[in-house]
């Protein structure tokens, strides 16, 4: 496990004594990343726009922040990342600037269990946006296990066709901490023979890694997929930064998302013709935020601190590039030390006759969440109550909202407890024994 007494000196949120359990909405901000908000702003200065030495110092730290996440996923360059404000940002950018390419009588496939930023996207665009200009498009909807929280692969793939510009899926659940076969999906898209306007015939990927890049080790090359999404919020930084990695060719021939300024290429605007910038800047229009991106790569470089050497520094503001196998090394240390984390959580969970788990059973088949319902109580109910015992979770649908729905969920809520690397089970106990205490049998009457 991470050795969480060396770092958890470094969260004011857990030093406060709070019991920090609603980490799949959002991670705490460690102090390092807080001081070196202060001097960033010594240097404070817009990017590309200027000859100052604050400047060009700034923009040197905000470019080459994409090589750090390109690093860490394994992606061939900087030109690969496009950095948006979040996830769902990230998922619309690829709708809309894949939005011409689609034909009348395409289809796309995606699944119930995924978070609202990857299903409602295409809702818009197959419902309200497409067939404003006489073109259909069916968006499908795969199946899942309701027992297991497993997808439901054989309904996937009786969904995927040579129609099927795009599959869809949630790499990992945040409703049922489910784990998805990225590889096995890939092999479905694979297998569509769909012709894309580039020649290749395969549906294309998008996979939605909000609960998986914080949490795994990835490597999108291997696993193949053409778009991954997610935000740093979930992974030590502060709000506002989410990415898109995509194939370079793939980024080469789509359209903008958003049009402006520093995505044109230098001085090539006229009445008759605008070209663009370079990648990733010409999916970068406007000032784009620049401090919360320079955060956003030193927090993963904490994360690595943090899980290889923790209380010591090697990658933290170092100009050294991310090792492959200390990746491997960092994320496979989170990935076990939150597998031990919820197995607590599941075994106490599991323990309580009147609560309702959902997901995989299998700690190895799950993120470190857990949602749950109660046979009598209402889990918005349950989340004040357990606020005032200390411990934070999250009641409601969690965006999930299609699963939800699809358990037959009256209202369509559960409750949630969801850990990080600095939580230990100490943390887990107190939050789970609190949960028992809340849905005790006699509440129930
Ligand atoms: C699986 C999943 N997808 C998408 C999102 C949306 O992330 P953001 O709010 O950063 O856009 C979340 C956040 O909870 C998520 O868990």
Known sequence: ??????????????????????????????????????????????????????????????????????????????KNIILYRN????????????????????????????????????YGL???????????????????NKETGQLDLNHLKSLVDKRTKLVCCVGASNFLGTKNPIKEIRAIADASGYLQPNGEKKSYLLIDGAQVVPNLFIRVEDLGVDFLAWSFHKMLAPFGVGALYAREELLNSMRPFLYGGDMIAEGKVSPEKVEYNSLPWKFTAGTPNILGTILSAQAIRLLMDFSLTPGKFSYFMADKKLEP????????????????????????????????????????????????????QDPFKIAEELNKLGVESRAGCHCATLAHHYYELNPPASCRLSFYIYNNLEDVRRACLAVKKCVQEENCK
């Open 325 to 376: 196998p200390d990746v491997a090394k960092a994320m496979t240390n989170i990935e076990n030390h939150e597998k031990e984390l919820i197995g607590e959580a599941l075994k106490i969970l599991g323990e309580i006759p009147t609560v309702n788990i959902f997901g995989p059973k299998n700690p190895a088949d799950r993120t470190s969440l857990v949602a749950f319902s109660c046979n009598c």
């Open 87 to 122: 996830t769902t940002e990230a998922i619309n950018s690829v709708m809309y600037s894949l939005m011409t390419e689609f034909k009348d009588g395409d289809n796309i496939v995606t699944t119930f269990m995924e978070h609202n930023s990857n299903y409602v996207p295409w």
């Open 1 to 78: 496990m991470i050795e969480t007494k060396k770092i958890r000196r470094f969260f004011p949120a857990i030093k406060a004594g709070r019991v920090v359990s609603n980490n799949a909405a959002s991670t705490q901000v460690p102090i390092q990343l807080l001081k070196l908000l202060e001097q960033l702003v010594i240097q404070y200065d817009n990017i590309h726009r200027g000859q100052s030495r604050s400047s060009l110092l700034t923009t040197e730290r905000f470019e080459s922040s994409y090589d750090t996440i390109a690093q860490f996923i394994g992606a061939p360059s900087r």
């Open 126 to 144: 197959t419902k309200e946006i497409l067939p404003k200009f006489g073109i259909n498009v069916e968006c499908r909807l795969a199946k899942f």
